[in-house]
């Protein structure tokens, strides 16, 4: 695989940690900016607000742009905005560089991926695509805990400081050795692509990824403040817990990515039905430690894994979409990222309690098992279970 298929695993490394830290600064950033937790915990919400709109009209302008020159500015960007965000003392500023740098991010991702792609040796595509996607998961186990363990030590700025700085080497090779080439200039049919993407099993499949993330997202925007406000740990244990969700959903990507073809198929179907289970016993147990650690890993691998193999589902259907097809998958899943933890910030604001996010995710999570039963042709369309 060409070393530079790594240099863009290590940005996307890095916006992931940017994607998902705000989780575990939570705390440090509602009480030196004098905002309430549930505004603070809506910094994941801003995130997805930024890629919901920038996925699809970055996929569309920056198909055409100069590679190295559309990568290296999109990277720069989402630095500037990180160092801004360092600096600032105003949360609406914060918030805004949150949205700016989802966009950017979303930019990235739009030329990043057709390029590790066409640098990958015949046959290896998807494993291209997958070091990429591989940078999102481990920026889960290994980023937001880091930033989580930097913002306990040094404060939250810190961790705005570190995601800026992981990305400046990757902007020097982005740089040195980025194509310097023209994309593909292939025309583009918006017209076709966006009626192929109202097709039925394309919507099916990207409603359900909107519910299964907005399940995910309810609750761990709030983690943080459930283990060191309801389970009672120290600041210093929110870092494990936030590596324990993260080990589960590598884990439940990569069996997602081995088993999954993008079939509704019986696994994942089972997966779904033990969602809202799985959501509902965490609610119940969360004041005790080994309980939370054990099924946040859980929940966290079911997540996720059903979220991608639903991804791979929007793909499968949508052929006739190449260029919509993968951020509007994006768009879907950042939708639920968005409304999942507003949702729980409303709730736990007017009840003070901080558990009552995770009957949030249970809540949310029920709602595709009834699409599910009222819509039984959803999985008939999909083909064979496995």
């Not at 992931?16 to 809506?42: K, Q």
């Not at 995130?47 to 709109?53: F, K, L, N, P, Q």
């Not at 969700?245 to 884990?251: H, L, N, Q, S």
């Not at 894994?305 to 509007?328: D, E, H, N, Y």
């Amino acid at each position: 695989m060409p070393l530079f298929v790594y240099v863009l695993g290590l940005a996307v490394f890095a916006q992931g940690t940017s994607e998902f830290m705000a989780s575990g600064l939570v705390p440090g950033i509602a009480g030196d900016l004098s905002v309430p937790v549930g505004a603070a915990a809506a910094l994941t919400s801003a995130y997805a607000v930024g890629m919901i709109a920038g996925a699809p009209a970055m996929a569309v302008l920056s198909a055409r742009w100069p590679r190295r020159r559309a990568l290296a500015g999109f990277l720069t960007a989402f630095v500037v905005v990180h160092v801004v965000g360092a600096l600032t003392t105003s949360f609406p500023v914060l918030f805004g560089t949150r949205i700016v740098a989802a966009i950017v991010n979303a930019g990235f991702l739009a030329v990043a991926m057709p390029v590790a792609a066409a640098l990958a040796p015949e046959g290896k595509q998807a494993r291209a695509t997958a070091v990429l996607l591989a940078g999102v998961t481990l920026s889960c186990v290994a980023g937001v805990p880091a930033g989580s363990v930097l913002g306990d030590l040094a404060g939250w700025r810190s961790a705005f400081w570190a995601v800026a700085v992981l990305c400046l080497p990757a902007l020097l090779l982005v740089f040195r050795s980025a194509p310097a080439d023209a994309a593909d200039r292939h025309e583009i049919s918006i017209r076709r692509e966006t009626r192929e993407l109202k097709a039925p099993p394309v919507r099916q499949a990207m409603i359900l990824a909107a519910l299964v993330n907005g399940a995910t997202f309810a609750t761990f925007a709030f983690l943080a403040v459930i283990a060191t406000d309801v389970a009672h740990l120290p600041a210093g244990a929110v870092s494990g817990l936030l590596a324990a969700f993260g080990v589960g959903a590598f884990a439940g990507v990569t069996v997602a990515g081995r088993k999954g073809d993008g079939g509704l198929g019986r696994g994942l179907v089972l997966a779904l039905w033990s969602l809202p289970a799985g959501w509902a016993v965490l609610a119940a147990t969360s004041a005790h430690p080994i309980a939370l650690f054990v099924l946040t890993t859980v929940q966290g691998g079911l997540s996720f894994g059903c979220g991608s193999a639903l991804i791979a589902r929007v793909m499968r259907v949508a052929p006739g979409a190449p260029t919509l097809g993968g951020s509007f998958a994006t768009v879907a899943l950042n939708v639920g990222a968005f409304l999942g933890p507003v949702l729980a910030g409303f709730v736990t604001e007017a009840t003070g309690d901080h558990r009552h996010a995770i009957w949030i995710s249970a809540a949310i999570a029920v709602v595709p098992l009834a699409l599910l039963r009222r819509h039984r042709r959803w999985v008939a369309s999909a083909g064979p279970w496995k």
